[in-house]
């Protein structure tokens, strides 16, 4: 009885310190925002770099262009996976709408592997290459990570952990992609794998990190 | 005394009657409507509550009292510790309550920020439970009440909390030394010390809170 007042009386002064709150917008307008951001670094390095080379690329190997289609779909629906996870009720569920987008690419890019141990006239990247694109996935993956983080803050993820992870898929998926403007090779086995080292990296990286981060509404 | 009613006085009665029984239909079926209508209710009130409407807010929470405290009984929680986690579901829902969008599910939230704080709530009761040793045997046959040991352990114990309390954050530490230690009333200290009663309630609640915290070794 002294339980159930004291509850009446939580809900009276919690009444008492009400203030106008603002909604959080909607998942896929944040997903929006943020996909701007990696719009932004798409069109500086086409402008570095040109849409020249990427194109004949594309003519020469198509699958390296389903590829990029399957990481940019891959990493749109992984984010916008996060923003939706940050809304509590909303079904864990959604963690799997990535999947076929990420089968997409792994499997185009494990195409394109074959077809250079069919054909090996193909540049394949050496070991020194490869780590430059572990690089590169690596070190653009941590702002694109930070910036989707920073998006979440005023959410309030129930399962920080799979949220995190859906921000290091979005991340290494959107880096991967924006890597195809400035690729310099086919892609080959070391290539995939290296590609396939820094997604796990900066999920690994997301799911230790971003799970703490993006808890402070539940403390 | 029916002998006396003139027929005035019974068609006086008859009205008075009716109207008696109109408002208790329109009570009934305010108060136990069907479900979507409750939640459609719930779901309007929090919305208002959202802009700032006090009433609004008051009785969605009142009315979230039973949704919550189904949620936690599916988790499994005991009937003793529902009214912590209603408390404790009702403070998340203060910090959190930005997160609802009115066009989805209000009790779908709802429960899930629920069901994350009846998880806590047995996480931690299964903490206490192991570290503590349960032997009813002991309990019969060893008194401690006259042990010498028992006297500088209270003084032990009373150091403790003195440090606790002294390490609160100053509002926190002021609710729980008035209200809680001198046992002063929520008036009497709210005129001394110029805070809102509400306020007040607030800091007592997440101080307990903290102490409870300090003292069990929660997270």
């Known amino acids: 009885m002294a339980e159930s007042r004291l509850t009446e009386s939580l809900i009276q002064s919690l009444g008492e310190q009400l203030t106008p709150v603002r909604r959080l917008p909607p998942a896929w307008l944040r997903t929006l925002g943020w996909l701007l951001a990696v719009a932004a670094i798409a069109a500086a390095l086409l402008m570095h770099y040109g849409a020249g080379p990427m194109m004949r690329r594309w003519a020469m190997a198509p699958d390296i262009a389903i590829a990029g289609v399957g990481a940019v779909i891959t990493a749109v629906s992984a984010a916008w996976v996060a923003f939706t996870l940050g ?35 193909a540049h394949i990247a050496k070991i020194n290459e490869a780590s430059d694109c ?52 086919a892609v080959a086995a070391t290539d995939l794998l290296t590609h396939a080292m820094a997604v796990a990296i900066v999920v690994a990286l997301n799911a230790l990190m971003g799970g703490r981060l993006l808890q402070p509404a539940l403390k | 005394m029916t002998a006396t009613l003139t027929a005035p006085r019974t068609i006086g009665l008859d ?13 009934s079926d305010a108060a136990a409507p069907d479900g979507d209508t409750q939640e459609r209710q719930r779901a309007a009130w929090m919305a208002a509550a959202q802009g700032g409407d006090r009433r609004a807010y008051e009785r969605v929470l009142a009315a979230s009292v039973p949704v919550i405290r189904m949620a936690a009984r599916r988790q499994g929680v005991a009937v003793d510790l529902l009214d912590d986690v209603v408390q404790e579901t009702l403070l998340t829902v203060h910090r959190v309550r930005h997160t609802y969008d009115p066009s989805r599910s209000y009790d779908a939230w709802l429960s899930a920020l629920a069901a994350r704080r009846a998880i806590d709530a047995l996480r931690s009761q299964g903490r206490r439970g192991s570290r503590e040793v349960h032997d009813e045997h002991a309990y019969d046959t060893h008194a401690d009440v006259d042990d010498a040991t028992a006297a500088p352990e209270r003084e032990q114990e009373a150091l403790r909390l003195r440090e606790a309390i002294a390490s609160l954050p100053p509002g926190q530490r002021e609710a729980i030394e008035q209200l809680g230690l001198k046992e002063r009333s929520l008036a009497e200290v709210s005129a001394e010390t110029g805070r809102q009663t509400g306020a007040l309630k607030v800091n007592l609640h997440r101080a307990l809170k903290a102490l409870r915290t300090r003292f069990n070794g929660e997270p």
């Not at chain 1, 070190?139 to 803050?153: K, N, T």
């Open chain 1, 134 to 185: 572990l690089i590169f996935i690596v070190s653009l993956s941590v702002p694109l990570s930070a910036l989707l983080i920073w998006l979440l803050r005023r959410a309030c993820p129930l399962r920080p952990v799979l949220a995190a992870i859906m921000i290091g898929l979005a991340s290494s998926a959107a880096s991967a992609a924006l890597l195809e403007i400035c690729h310099a090779f």
């Open chain 2, 15 to 27: 009205i008075v009657l009716s109207r008696w029984a109109r408002t208790d239909f329109i009570v």
């Open chain 1, 87 to 121: 809304v509590p009720g909303r079904s864990w569920r959604w963690v799997w709408l990535p999947l076929p987008s990420l089968l997409l690419w792994v499997g185009a890019s494990g195409l394109g592997c074959m077809r250079d141990w069919l054909g090996p006239n």
